[in-house]
């Protein structure tokens, strides 16, 4: 008797074993730029050497957290010399900002992260210098130096640099000041689209587009980037050469490509889609900022009605342009407000959020300290606040450049104490990011609508050949019982539920605030 039950103990004991091993073992089939990229601004990570400000070395010891994440990939904020804290001015294009590091310890960063097979994508600031670049300094000398011609100059007679006469286009954020500034001791005014030390590059002189080639082939040659975050990149020419934009990426493009044949070029063309699309043939990878928008308007309204054929909209326009083209989803990035203060610091919300984000197609970016539910609001300093490692005693790689006024210790609880939750939203980040990773359905299914008469749910099959998954989402705080058509009665298992969701009888039950995963 005894030895019937120990025998069936050890079969069972095998049985869960061997499924337990299973789940283990099912590997990674995201291949980046098809998997997750974490973008960290530099100054705000993790301080190695007690400066308070965040740089290489810092997040060198950090990359066994971003890679235990999920992560595949890192987008760093600017790194190069600059007077400011946020570097979008830059003084030198071939070197790194003192307060980060060295170009050494740059090497040996992409060198680390490589070998935790995640990739590096840094800042690249070309559409303007700084004012303290040595280029400018230079220019503004003398209108005989070769210098000269890397800017935009006007005469001070010229009608359009009179104030008041020059807006910006975009039409979300007019400005009513004279983009033209003046020198003194000179009869020119220079072009600055984003402020007065940020002049524009004139990339009308064949001699600026070389150095902009140079500059790109030393950071992917000499320090082994594997590609670029191109910045405003619809401002290098004005707006009513909207075409000229278009081709001279392609142009940068080609040439990169002649360096390193895999080159990643993720451009930021903050517009609508309809502006963005005709981008995609020199920038393969652009910011969905419609879909990140929509995603926050559906939480917040309780509405996920609108997201698939948003979605679907975008996805037909860009294909027809490059079917190659890469979705680069996200949240919120360094210049929005985040994703929990959106929310209004509802971590159900956050969550939801986040699992639209990941169950939906795309190649997604988190922000920074999304995973720990980090707040912020503008001004820009606000909403790139120290990420928190561990309460504040015993922080010791804490930043600590500016006094945080959203994500604080009594606002947001440390990585360190949410590793230890497994409720946690950062352990809810993992899991979802991981359950992404591993699936062929998430990482590159289609997306297939499915009608629910409910209005606050938002449900799709996601489907690649190898696999099938269907996925809801219940965007109000009620509990919503779907009924299963008969399409959909394959799927009888809950592969992914964040609260007590069930299947049964071909009825799906999702709780309020919650996404469910099922499969056959
Ligand atoms: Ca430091």
Redesign the pocket.
Known sequence: MNKIIRINLVIILLVITGNTLKAQEKQNVSKWPRGITYEIFVQSFA?????????IN?MISKLDYLQELGIEGIWLMPMNPSPTYHKYDVSDYYDIHP?YGTLADFKNFVKEAHARNIKVVMDMVLNHSGNKNQWFKEALKDESIKYWDYYVWAHKDDPKVQPGTITATDGTQRRERSNWYKVPNSDYLYFAHFGSNMPDLNFDNPKLQQEVFKIGKFWLKEVGLDGFRLDAARHVFPDERATDNHKWWEYFLQEMKTVNNDVYIIGEVWAPAVIVGPYLKGIPALFNFDMGGEIIKAVNEENGSTLVPKHKEIEDFYKKINPEYIDATFLTNHDQDRVMSSVKGNADKEKLAAALLLTLPGSPYLYYGEEIGMLGQKPDEHIREPFLWDKKESDRIR?SWIKPIYSTDSSVIPVTQQSADKSSLLNYYKTLINLRNKSYALTYGELIPVVTANKSSCAFIRSDERERLAVFHNLSGKNQIFNLPSDLREFKMVYFANKAAQVKNNQVTIPGFSAVILTK
Do not use: A, E
């Open positions: 301080d190695s050497n007690g400066d308070g400000i965040g740089d810092g307060d930043t």
